[in-house]
Every structure is written in structure tokens, then in C-alpha cells.
């Protein structure tokens, strides 16, 4: 088996400042490159069909009354574009063993990246806040979460990451990049590029690093937060029948929530000597495979949505 090794990398190293960076990708041979690409080829495909399909029930269905389900159409549009944003540049850095990235581009992935991951934070914590009112407070549930607020809820999960992001990018781009431009990654993720600086970079990873709690840590206390009332709330049900209805609701939320945040915690428990690799392994899973697991998770056990599917296939066979 072939060995690969930076010292295979072109020599790209100079002391002006760099207008390119090298993304070396998995270093791995030939043959299981080949292998990699169409795995992850049909993994993108199923992962566009299967959110798409979510997208198209909710839009066109009785679901589209229910703020759930159009957030959960959010949700799924924030995946499709966040694998979008990797995926394809990915698969060609598997078949050409690396690529060149403009820097430009690669700041432009880095800050779409941003932007559709803490989306799906802010609405993960909306879906929570949503069970919530419809468990805790079923009688006013209609009048508080109307048209108005479940509209102003996307809004702000879209508008508020947008903003931290674009802070954080300002901040990145103001550095002097003028060492190796090469990213051992298979995209442009924050870390690798702070790496191609030449300045001094300590204050700008204290402001992503706090930009990037925040956008990941409050989401995660409004859904601990929302589910302590939930789970409290549930508990004073008398019948075990209305206690399994009301978790039933919030099984698939909580399914979505579990994977997302579990990727994130165990980037922060790899042991530094392994950091590259391991990251590559977890940026893989919440970049290309829990975007194509979410859907599953979502209509295996969804009454709603599996009723809507029935009633499309029917209309559609019916003559």
C-alpha cells in the first residue's frame, strides 16, 4: 500500500502572503479513495432525496400548519445546504488527492459552514421550545405559538448565526496568512486555516472560541432547560397511555438532538495527540452522516408524517 505523508504535498511554502491553500484531504490509496467517493457519493444523494422529501410534505400538506413541522422543513433545508457546502468539493478532493482552494473560497465554505451548523443549533432549541408549549401549556398553545412568533423564531435562527459568523470571519480575515498553505482537512474548517497565519492569532481564538459557545452552548441550556418542564409536566400525567402520547412528541426531537450534540462533546474529549485524525473521523459524521440519519429519525416513528406520505402516494396513484 502506497504510504502518504505531507512531504508528498507540493512545496508551497513561501513568505509572501498566500492567495491559495492546498486541501489535502484523507491521505489514504488510490483504490479505497475510489471506494470513499462512492459511498459518500450515494450517501449525498440519499441525503438530498430524503430532506427534499420532508421539504415537499410540509409545503405541501396539512403539515405546513404546524410550526413542528415547518421548522423541521428548516432544519432540513440547513442540512441539505450544509452538505452542499462539503460534500461535493469533498468528493473532489477524494479524486484528485487534493486540491486547491482560492483563499477567498476556502473563508467562503468556512463561513457557510458556520452559518448552517448553528442553524440547526437555534432550531433544535425553537423544535424544543415549541414541545414545550404544546405539552406544558396545551391550552394556549395556538394563541402563543401563532403564525407571527413561529415566523419570527425562523427568522432569528437563520439572521443570528449569519451575524456571529460574519463577526468571527471579520475578525479571521484581518490576520496575515503567509505560512504553509496546506489544510490537512477535507475543508476549510476553522482551526487548520488560524494554523496558515503568520500573526498573532491568540485573541482571535478566544473570540471564536467564544463566539462558538455561545452559538452551541445557549441553544443546548434552552433545550436542557425546556425539557426539564417537559419531562416534569409529563410525569404528572396519571395514565400511562397519556404519558407514552405526550413522549411520543418529543421521541424524534430528542433522537435529532442526541446525535447532534454528541458529535459536538466528543471533539472536545479527543486526546490532542490525535486531534487531526479524529477530527476529520467527526466532522465526517456531523457533515455526511447525520444529515442523511435525521430524516430516518424523523419518519420512522412520526405518525404525521408518515400519514402524509401515505396520502401523497395515494393521490398520486389515484387516477
Known sequence: MEEFTLQHLPDIRNDSSIENVFIVGLRIHQSYRLVLFGLFLVTYAMTLTCNLLIILLVSFSKLSHSPMYVFLSNLSLAEILLTTNIVPPMLHVLLRNGIYFSLIGCFTQ???FGVFLVTESFLLSAMSYDRFLAICKPLHYRLIMGPGLCICLILVCWALPTLLMSIALGFVTTLDFCRDNIIDHFYCDVIPILKLSCSDTSSVEILVSSLSSAASVFPLHVIIATYGFIIRAINKISSSKGKEKAF???????????????????????????????????SL??????????????????QDINAAIRQTLTSLTRP
Open 110 to 112: 468556512l463561513f457557510l
Open 248 to 282: 411520543s412528541t418529543c421521541s424524534s426531537h430528542l433522537g435529532v438532538v442526541s446525535t447532534y450534540y454528541a458529535t459536538m462533546i466528543m471533539v472536545y474529549v479527543v486526546p490532542p495527540g490525535h486531534f487531526v485524525i479524529m477530527n476529520k473521523v467527526l
Open 285 to 302: 459524521l456531523y457533515s455526511v452522516i447525520t444529515p442523511l440519519v435525521n430524516p430516518f429519525i424523523y419518519t420512522l416513528r412520526n
